[in-house]
Nanobody, 121 residues
Framework: QVQLVESGGGLVQAGGSLRLSCAAS????????MGWFRRAPGKEREIVAS????????YYTDSVKGRFTISRDNAKNTVYLQMNSLLPEDTARYYC??????????????WGQGTQVTVSS
């Protein structure tokens, strides 16, 4: 089992920044690809960003490219999502996820409880 605990969400004005963190425990962190997903009210869950096991490759959904940055610190068993130039449409609950074998862009093996991000206009 892998336990994932997110932190860093909150209320911010449009144009502001937040940094989400996700602390992992339970298995070897560096064996897992990591990702951030979000679900806005009335919408389906979507992948926001992902990062490979060694951090060498990243993926971003089009709507956050140039504004969000995903990174990981395998020594600290933590993955981050730096969110800049936030927009009201970024308002959602953000979930950290991990996956061992299959592409994390299509789903995950483990999920955190999520952290709420609210962007006011």
């Amino acid at each position: 089992q892998v336990q994932l605990v997110e932190s860093g969400g909150g209320l911010v004005q449009a144009g502001g920044s937040l940094r989400l963190s996700c602390a992992a425990s339970g298995r070897t962190f560096s064996n897992y690809a990591m990702g951030w997903f979000r679900r806005a009210p009335g919408k389906e869950r979507e992948i926001v960003a992902s990062i490979t096991r060694n951090g060498g490759s990243t993926y971003y959904t089009d709507s956050v490219k140039g504004r969000f940055t995903i990174s990981r610190d395998n020594a600290k068993n933590t993955v981050y999502l730096q969110m800049n130039s936030l927009l009201p449409e970024d308002t959602a609950r953000y979930y950290c996820a991990s996956r061992l074998l299959l592409p994390i862009t299509t789903g995950a093996d483990y999920w955190g409880q999520g952290t709420q991000v609210t962007v006011s206009s």
